[in-house]
């Protein structure tokens, strides 16, 4: 099968072309496994990180990917949870070890045999590929594959993040950075805290707008002081400014929800910046959100369908991932990208 493979850690600033085609072996789907061909995955910031080794993958060659969608094209002797046929998402959760004290209470995202699709397996920039029946999820009919994509990463990772700010409905909600996560969750917010304003901070005056086309009641810079004070606020930028900038609108007692699994070191020395009583008296919280449980996508892509949340998506050829990667890198964003497939 031909797929766009890692085969080393490298710097994107350096080297555009960090993967390579490549002609892989088809995989073979194991007694509880399934064979996807998949027809759409999501370009996700995490490749960056993984890409970059702030989030290595343990071997190489790696075929990166946990958005993925497909139709499954083979099962395994005892998988019977899918047809062949059957349209099928995978994510960011590729297995957990379903008996640690965190899986048997649900948090397999904190699972210390966790395993990431497109990291510590092969994921979903390839012709094929294979995963556990239990870690696949249908999708909603009314979802093209392309939509679908994103909504399996950004989407449910931005739910988990929107859950665990603890949001009331009539709270106002604070976004730092607006890409492909947070505007997914701009949309669930309305939907489901329809009396809470939203108010987004982002660099570029494109996301500004894009966020104001969305619903958000303002839209400013990262430094900007919003004009009334944050009960929760989910920052997903991959640098340390937005944090210390959002923290002083964040309301006594609020909580700001760090959604990104790495942080880049680039701009770290803005931490000296903290100023306790500005930034962090008032008994504010400041909590990272680990991972995704299969219950987080399951209950993402069902709300999902109900709104229904429709990603804005890019689409590239998987030949194209390197594109895709960089302009995401250098924040050329309008919505989700996603690679398109054996079309
Ligand atoms: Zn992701
Ligand atoms: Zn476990």
Redesign the pocket.
Known sequence: MKAMVLNKICNLEENKNPLEIANLPDPVPGEKEILVRVTACGV???ELDEIEGRTPPPKFPVVLG??VVGRVEETGSKADKFKIGDRVGIG?IYSACGGCKFCLKGDENLCENFKATGRDANGGYAEYTIVLEDFAYKIPDLFSDSEAAPLL??GA?GYRSLRLTGIKDGQNLGLTGFGASAHLVLKMARHKYPKSNVFVFARSEKERDFAKELGAVWAGGTEEESPEKLDCMIDTTPAWKPIVEALKNLEGGGRLVINAIRKEDRDKEYLVKLDYPTHLWLEKEIKSVANVTRRDISEFLELAGQIPIKPEVEEFTLEDANKALVELKERKIRGAKVLRINL
């Open positions: 996700c910031h995490t946990h958005e960011w990463c950004a990772i």
